[in-house]
């Protein structure tokens, strides 16, 4: 491949960021830095930044290189999308919802209380005007993101004393992320969020009585159970979030249309692979752990009905006072009314249809 193929322009030194220096220009390789919102070599997200890394460096034949540095490396695990929107980062993989601080609407990109499930998600992004709304909410920050998969949906979370009623939560402190924690503050639930590294020692402590993470591959990997061993599934707030790959746009802009080909389908690659991989493992853990005799149940049902009047008052308020949220609001929320619908209709009897035929 040509230089002047590779590149849209041979002005590139100038207009990019600074992390494509003179010498890698000479060889027509862009040096890029890619930082993880999650630990180096943890299961699923932190390795899923590093695959996605390498994806990246063999779909362009060696013309991209790839310096990885995991959650905490080079910038705090909740500061990627400010590192990518500076110029310190060239690349970064997280989730969507740790930036909701300077993107409100970053919350419709990951998951909502009892919202869209993670093919459900990827579908809105890529066919119902999703891509564009993300787009134009990231365009003020310089910043280009990327669907790049999910867990699947989560665990409601480790506790160390069993819920069996709704009155068990009032005055429980919770390690929770998204809007999930503004659904449990209703029900009298502290709070709190803390990077993953910091969840089992806040169980240890009596920091916290609670926490959810992701799910059985990822909670076991953090040992939240050795703490807390009453287990609640599925997560009321987490139906199926989102990773992402995010890109400085002046980095991505300066690309050819070929190499930005060559990122949108590595994303696209690496979101196949990891809701592969957490639905394998998750499923593998979780059949270990009751194996194991891990008290393993759903919420009561006066609890779910709690959480979900919780819900929907949360979703109501949410997007107020934010445009970009009130423009997405209420078409998303038909969205999920509409695939609630669906899969009422068809993946929910087929699955209690095929519990049914094997006595599950």
């Known amino acids: 491949m040509k230089r002047r193929d590779f590149l849209k322009t041979g002005a590139l030194a100038a207009a990019a960021a ?3 220096a003179a010498p890698a220009l000479a060889q027509a390789t862009l040096n890029l830095k890619l930082v993880g919102g999650f630990p180096r070599g943890f299961p699923g997200v932190g390795t899923g930044a590093e695959k996605l890394g390498k994806r990246l460096e063999e779909m362009s034949d060696g013309k991209v290189k790839i310096t990885y540095y995991g959650g905490g490396e080079l910038v705090p695990p909740f500061e990627v999308f400010s590192a990518v929107s500076s110029g310190t980062a060239d690349i970064g993989h997280t989730a969507p919802y740790f930036h909701v601080g300077k993107v409100r609407s970053t919350m419709y990109f990951t998951t909502v209380p009892y919202g869209l499930d993670q093919t459900e998600l990827s579908g809105w992004i890529a066919y119902g005007g999703g891509q564009e709304l993300w787009d134009e909410a990231y365009a003020p920050f310089g910043v280009k993101p990327f669907y790049a998969g999910g867990s699947g949906a989560q665990a409601g979370g480790w506790f160390k004393k069993p819920i069996e009623k709704l009155d068990d939560l009032a005055g429980l402190k ?21 990077p993953p590294p910091e969840i089992f020692p806040a169980l240890q402590s009596g920091v916290v009585d609670a926490a959810e993470f992701v799910g059985p591959w990822n909670d076991v990997a953090l040992g939240l159970y050795k ?26 802009e300066n690309l050819s249309p070929a190499m930005q080909a060559i990122f949108a389908n590595a994303a696209k690659a690496q979101a196949e692979d990891t809701v592969a991989e957490f639905r394998y493992n998750n499923t593998k853990v979780l059949a270990d752990l009751v194996s194991k005799g891990a008290k393993v149940s759903a919420f009561p049902d006066d609890v779910v009905a709690a959480l979900g009047k919780a819900a929907r008052e949360v979703l109501d308020e949410f997007p107020k006072g934010d445009a970009m949220s009130e423009k997405i609001h209420g078409a998303y929320i038909d969205y999920i009314k509409e695939c609630t619908a669906y899969t009422k209709a068809m993946e929910g009897r087929m699955f209690a249809e095929r519990a049914a035929v094997w006595g599950i």
Request: a positive charge; hydrophobic letters at 50%; proline letters at 10%.
């Open 18 to 20: 600074p992390a494509l």
């Open 174 to 194: 919770m390690r929770i992320a998204g809007l999930g924690g503004d659904v449990m503050r209703k029900l009298g639930v502290a709070t709190v969020l803390t």
């Open 227 to 252: 703490i807390a061993p009453y287990y609640y599934l599925p997560a009321f707030h987490e139906p199926g979030p989102a990773l992402e790959m995010m890109v400085n746009r002046n980095v991505y």
